[in-house]
């Protein structure tokens, strides 16, 4: 049996889970996302279910990862619930669906980040977004962005995923703070922070049923809840880790830098007078392309943007990697390098299929965040405060003491409120997918 690792400091430990939040779900998911759903309406609805049901969800993969010490679907054997290892399957399965269509996405960023330094997307973004997203090319560069993940992974926790996030953290923060100020002298900056940030209350009231699905869809996505990626990194936590306070910096610096993304987003687009709700999941490529190449300077621009949106992507991709190469480590009793390659090879074939149609990209999202993350979200919550409730709050207290009552809060904030919403996002991710399946 191999030597299980550790993080050899807090702060990064903090550095790769804010990694793993802070990606492609930051700045091109949510941005595209919050434009679909009518701008800042759904900027309201993302920021009270990280807090009211995201949260909760993430110290429940706190507490089975450390008490555990084991992979997401040996975790739940190891604290005496046999029965209910089917939910880190399913959250290695889910880490498994997104990684196959995340690497092509972050095989697109790469192509962009040439296409900057070439002038490539210059004067036809539309043209040059259909070459990159969809055949060949798309294929080519997925494969080059998942060889990059497995060489991070394939160096393990300490010298692979703890040394590569203190680099890239830091970077993409620098970066997108950059990008803002400079967003900010645009002069269509305070159009995009009006749509960004000023909800009409009354469309709000009215729609928060309407936007529950997508935005517990992204805040599960983009806290990287659900896929069994906070179960791997907490089992390779010391004991004396307050885990409350660390889970409540990683979700405070996590949508931070999601408010962020926006606040650099919308005002490049509203600049060039882009329509941001019209783009899909292609606004960040094709919008923000356009607008880049019509800026003095506009290749330099871009070429920061998608850098930083580069490093971004590989900080998630590689933590949902680790998931499923620490499981099968730990199974199989093999070698990190062999077990990385592998495994990576694998999710590539999986993903060819949404390399060469967008339409399968679409479906695969779909089934990732709207069912499979939710469902093992419910399911967490379920088990964490109905059938596992005692153990829960003892493991949660080790490290924080005196925190009876707020343990307490957090069983019956999971019990009720958590286990109904995502219960209703559930039924409707379902109907969702069938009808994408019922049009393809």
Not at 185 to 207: C, R
Not at 216 to 229: C, D, N, R
Not at 284 to 313: D, E, H, I, R, Y
Not at 383 to 409: D, H, I, N, V
């Amino acid at each position: 049996m191999a030597i299980r690792e550790t993080w050899a400091t807090r702060i990064g430990f903090i550095l790769a889970a804010v990694g793993s939040a802070v990606g492609l779900g930051n700045i091109w998911r949510f941005p595209f996302l919050t434009a679909e759903s009518g701008g800042a309406a759904f900027l309201v609805a993302y920021l009270f279910l990280v807090a009211v049901i995201g949260l909760p969800v993430m110290l429940v993969e706190f507490v089975i990862g450390r008490e555990s010490k084991q992979n997401v679907v040996d975790a739940f054997p190891e604290i005496g619930a046999p029965t209910w290892k089917f939910i880190g399957a399913i959250g290695a399965l889910a880490g498994f669906v997104i990684l196959s269509y995340y690497s092509v996405v972050g095989g697109w960023v790469i192509q962009y980040m040439v296409g900057s330094l070439t002038g490539g997307y210059a004067g036809n973004a539309e043209a040059f977004f259909g070459s990159a997203a969809e055949g060949t090319n798309a294929l080519a560069y997925d494969l080059l962005f998942m060889a990059i993940v497995a060489a991070i992974v394939s160096f393990g926790v300490r010298d692979g995923l703890e040394r590569a996030a203190k680099v890239m953290i830091p970077s993409v923060v620098g970066l997108l703070v950059l990008l803002a100020a400079y967003g900010a002298t645009l002069s269509g900056a305070s159009e995009g922070y009006a749509y960004y940030l000023s909800p009409d209350l009354s469309t709000l009231v009215g729609d928060a049923i309407a936007l529950l699905p997508d935005a517990a869809g992204q805040a599960f996505f983009t806290l990287s809840l659900g896929m069994g990626v906070m179960i791997t990194y907490a089992s390779y936590l010391g004991e004396d880790r307050n885990m409350l306070r660390d889970s409540l910096l990683i979700v405070v610096v996590d949508t931070s830098i999601a408010i962020l993304a926006g606040l650099a987003v919308f005002p490049f687009l509203f600049a060039q007078g882009v329509d941001p709700g019209t783009g899909g999941v292609g606004t960040t490529f094709v919008g923000l392309a356009s607008a880049f190449g019509s800026l003095p300077a506009g290749q330099v621009v871009g070429f920061v943007f998608f850098a930083m949106l580069f490093l971004a992507a590989l900080t998630s991709a590689f933590s949902i990697l680790e998931v499923i190469v620490s499981f099968t480590i730990d199974t199989f009793d093999v070698d990190r390098k062999p077990a990385t390659v592998a495994i990576a090879a694998v999710i590539f074939l999986v993903g060819v299929p949404t390399a060469m149609s967008l339409d399968y990209l679409t479906l695969y999202d779909a089934i990732a965040n709207r069912i499979l993350l939710i469902g093992g979200g419910l399911l967490l919550a379920i088990f964490g405060g109905w059938f596992y409730a005692s153990g829960a709050r003892e493991e949660l207290q080790k490290g924080m003491p005196g925190g009876e009552t707020l343990t307490t809060a957090w069983i019956w904030i999971l019990r009720i409120p958590v286990v109904l919403v995502l219960a209703y996002v559930l039924y409707t991710g379902i109907i969702e997918v069938a009808g994408i399946v019922a049009g393809m």
